[in-house]
T-cell receptor
Framework: DAKTTQPTSMDCAEGRAANLPCNHS???????VYWYRQIHSQGPQYIIH???NNETNEMASLIITEDRKSSTLILPHATLRDTAVYYC???????????FGRGTSLIVHP | NAGVTQTPKFRVLKTGQSMTLLCAQD?????MYWYRQDPGMGLRLIHY???????AKGEVPDGYNVSRLKKQNFLLGLESAAPSQTSVYFC???????????FGPGTRLTVT
């Protein structure tokens, strides 16, 4: 996988937007950016993915820079239930051997 | 659809004992994966499979064996458990046309 770099931890007030950055400066032209989250003790959950254009679904928005070397996951109105570890992954190759690093631990406080 | 299920949810083993963890998926996915997660760490890939009858080693395969005799099942075996294998084990699957992985709820294994 292309290497990704994320901050170790972040915090956010409930109701505010949470913006989680990810650096993937070695990404290739046809590689997607995927985001997952892992709520304590549960299996990781897919959130969103994108290639070039910004993407939005019911969970979050994904903003990818024009040079594709970084992206930001946005939770528009964070709730306490969004407290989790967020993983940014850039998979490569057809067999896709994914790498989950330590991710960003997001704490949403009241 | 149940998605990805794992059996058992919890298990305590003594050093040297053996056991098999079962992962089952009902989404007709080709790819299946076994990960382990230690406290405060990310997930590390143990073994994976790209289709029925195939398996391959991941990042930390030592001490584990796997089998994929049926497309829907991926078994992880510990032949002689060691305390270092105390961990939470997650199984995942995905289809051919997407990198989106679906994870099971995990198996918490303690080896004393």
């Amino acid at each position: 996988d292309a290497k990704t770099t994320q901050p170790t931890s972040m915090d956010c007030a409930e109701g505010r937007a949470a913006n989680l950055p990810c650096n993937h400066s070695t990404i290739s032209g046809n590689e997607y950016v995927y985001w997952y989250r892992q709520i304590h003790s549960q299996g990781p959950q897919y959130i969103i993915h994108g290639l070039k254009n910004n993407e939005t679904n019911e969970m979050a928005s994904l903003i990818i820079t024009e040079d594709r070397k970084s992206s930001t996951l946005i939770l528009p109105h964070a709730t306490l239930r969004d407290t989790a570890v967020y993983y940014c992954i850039v998979p490569t190759g057809g067999s896709y051997i994914p790498t989950f690093g330590r991710g960003t631990s997001l704490i949403v406080h009241p | 659809n149940a998605g990805v299920t794992q059996t058992p949810k919890f298990r305590v083993l003594k050093t040297g004992q053996s056991m098999t963890l079962l992962c089952a998926q009902d989404m007709n996915h080709e790819y299946m994966y076994w990960y382990r997660q230690d406290p405060g760490m990310g997930l590390r890939l143990i073994h994976y499979s790209v289709g029925e009858g195939t398996t391959a080693k991941g990042e930390v395969p030592d001490g584990y064996n796997v089998s994929r005799l049926k497309k829907q099942n991926f078994l992880l075996g510990l032949e002689s458990a060691a305390p270092s294998q105390t961990s939470v084990y997650f199984c995942a699957s995905r289809g051919i046309f997407s990198y989106e992985q679906y994870f099971g709820p995990g198996t918490r294994l303690t080896v004393t």
